[in-house]
């Protein structure tokens, strides 16, 4: 037979559950703990693993790398329906609760949330932006096929910025570190989504 402190703690269990569950329900965002080994920068639900997630993710931006860390309570979903829900905003992220495992197997046109060194949220959309060198820009679209790439658009008049396809999600950013690292271009970076400022 259980004890009353253990009926009242799993009662106070299945109250807190329930409030993580209208929260996320309501598309509220949920106070978090800060991080003691960065004042003033927002942590993970758990804060576990953060030091291999920022050794194992990470692009390449103005030629410089740099470190994202993984958000483990949310996601972005890009294979979104095309009208919103009345009175919802039209956003791509929603809340997870599948922990850090449970993002190894999300389902395709999805992306983990990933975090910036500022702490700002970004998304893998799909699609690499593909910087061609000078010299390759009059043969630009049969350089990007002979790099196996698909052009999606120019993105300059000048015809040196590519959007080239790729998956949404962890495909996109192995594409771009690939394509960066190879030294084929001039630089390459994901095709990053990022919420809009509110004005």
Excluded: C
């Excluded at 483990?72 to 956003?91: N, Q």
């Excluded at 096929?145 to 999606?152: K, Q, Y």
Aim: glycine share 10%.
């Amino acid at each position: 037979m259980m004890r009353r402190p253990a009926l009242v703690a799993l009662a106070l269990a299945g109250l807190a559950s329930a409030h993580l569950s209208f929260a996320a329900d309501a598309g509220q965002a949920l106070p978090r703990k800060p991080d003691a080994t960065a004042p003033g920068k927002a942590a993970g639900p758990t804060g576990v693993g953060k030091a291999a997630n920022a050794a194992r993710h990470y692009y390449y931006e103005n030629g410089q790398k740099k470190a994202l860390r993984v958000d483990p309570g949310w996601v972005a979903d890009f294979a979104l329906p095309a009208k919103p829900e009345p009175g919802k905003p039209r956003t791509p992220v929603k809340r997870f609760i599948g922990g850090e495992k449970g993002l190894e197997t999300l389902p395709s046109g999805s992306s983990p949330v990933f975090r910036d060194d500022n702490g700002a949220m970004r998304a893998l959309a799909g699609g690499v932006v593909v910087r061609l060198r000078e010299a390759d820009v009059p043969d630009a679209r049969a350089r990007l096929a002979d790099a196996g790439l698909l052009p999606v658009r120019q993105l300059d008049p000048e015809g040196r910025s590519w959007l080239v396809a790729s998956p949404a999600g962890i495909p996109s950013l192995e594409l771009a570190n690939q394509l960066h690292e190879s030294g084929k271009f001039e630089s390459a970076t994901p095709n990053w989504w990022r919420p809009r400022s509110l004005k």
